[in-house]
């Protein structure tokens, strides 16, 4: 091999993780934004995933509204369930599912994983750390098919990584966790985020 060959080989492992490291930031940023209500800010950095993942514009702006809303849902559950009135709880989340139904009909994701989304975000709230781990798993093994449950337990276990390092607010090992969850997720066109 030629020492062009390998320059233009290296060229394309940087560009490649600078793709990871730019996605894993906006990942990363929207759990910030989140903690600052800035749902505003959310959108845009949702909508820039998408963009970079090869959405559309219009396509891009639809679903990152559509995930600041269910953060905001989420948000309304969580204060429900805090002042027990868990039929008011329910009552949001399905909201939330309803928000992430049409991320996915946007985007056109062909396996459901909107239910395993709502139920994670739900568990993470209630602290139930197996039904985290077990939906996590569902929503990034199912669109792989059978081959997906080596792939969705990496991605899992980089999400839940990412998770507890945002409960640190430790923003550099979250995002370095979230880099290696995007290195796995790009390289299938089936995407498993939706939020």
């Not at 020492?3 to 990363?28: C, D, G, P, R, W």
């Not at 204060?79 to 996915?104: C, G, M, P, S, T």
């Not at 396996?111 to 939906?135: C, D, E, G, K």
């Amino acid at each position: 091999m030629s020492i062009s060959h390998l320059t233009f080989i290296n060229s394309l492992v940087m560009n490649q993780n600078k793709k990871y490291q730019e996605l894993a930031e906006k990942h990363s940023n929207i759990y910030w934004l989140h903690d600052q209500e800035n749902f505003e800010d959310l959108a845009k950095n949702a909508s820039l995933i998408y963009q970079s993942l090869g959405y559309s514009s219009q396509q891009s702006l639809e679903v990152g509204q559509l995930i600041s809303e269910a953060y905001q849902l989420s948000d309304y559950a969580e204060l429900k369930r805090i002042n027990n009135n868990i039929e008011a709880e329910k009552k949001y989340y399905n909201q939330v599912k309803d928000k992430f139904l049409k991320v996915e009909t946007i985007l056109n994701i062909p396996v459901s994983i909107a239910q395993y989304q709502v139920n994670w975000w739900m568990y993470f709230r209630h602290r139930h750390w197996p039904l985290i781990t077990l939906n996590l798993f569902l929503q990034h093994s199912l669109p792989f098919g059978l081959n997906g449950f080596l792939k969705g337990g990496y991605l899992t276990y980089y999400l839940i990584q990412a998770a507890l390092a945002h409960n640190k607010r430790d923003k550099l090992n979250c995002q370095l966790k979230l880099e290696k969850y995007w290195e796995l997720v790009i390289k299938d066109t089936r995407y498993p985020f939706i939020g």
